[in-house]
């Protein structure tokens, strides 16, 4: 339905967009180490005094950064395995139903061109056929 090339020329732009797009972000964090690279005073919501206390924490700037850009790298690294994930499964449900295709179209070949009995003869004979018709009658009789 669509030409290779297409699906190559996408993949090709989507990965050079990715890879300047992570330059980009690594250019800008640097710039804004830089430029801050003290300690950040962060407050503790409400919801979590419970848990950490009612203080107030500093948090050195790179390392903030750091978790900031690891959870959507953690994030995209994890939508990645999940598409990889489903397009291997599609793969394998695919290989099952042709070999499945594949076993029925095995299974049904004598019905298809059923093969020729070999201790039968070609032609039927009429007097077989009344030997063995008076042999059913005469062993089903009622007890």
Do not use: C
Not at 98 to 127: G, I, Q, T
């Amino acid at each position: 339905m669509y030409d290779r090339g297409v699906f190559r020329s996408l993949r090709f732009i989507a990965t050079a967009t990715m890879v300047l797009s992570l330059i980009g972000l690594g250019v800008v964090a640097g710039l804004f180490l830089v430029v801050n690279s003290g300690w950040v005073p962060v407050a503790i919501p409400p919801w979590f005094t419970p848990v950490f206390g009612n203080r107030l924490y500093e948090i050195r700037l790179p390392a903030l950064i750091a978790g900031w850009l690891a959870t959507p790298v953690l994030l995209g690294a994890l939508v990645l395995s999940t598409m990889f994930y489903v397009w291997r499964r599609r793969q394998y449900e695919s290989l099952v139903g042709r070999l499945e295709r594949e076993l029925a179209e095995l299974r049904n070949l004598p019905f298809k061109e059923p093969a020729p009995l070999e201790d039968l003869p070609e032609v039927p004979s009429a007097e077989a056929a009344r030997v063995m018709h008076a042999l059913d009658d005469d062993s089903y009789d009622s007890p």
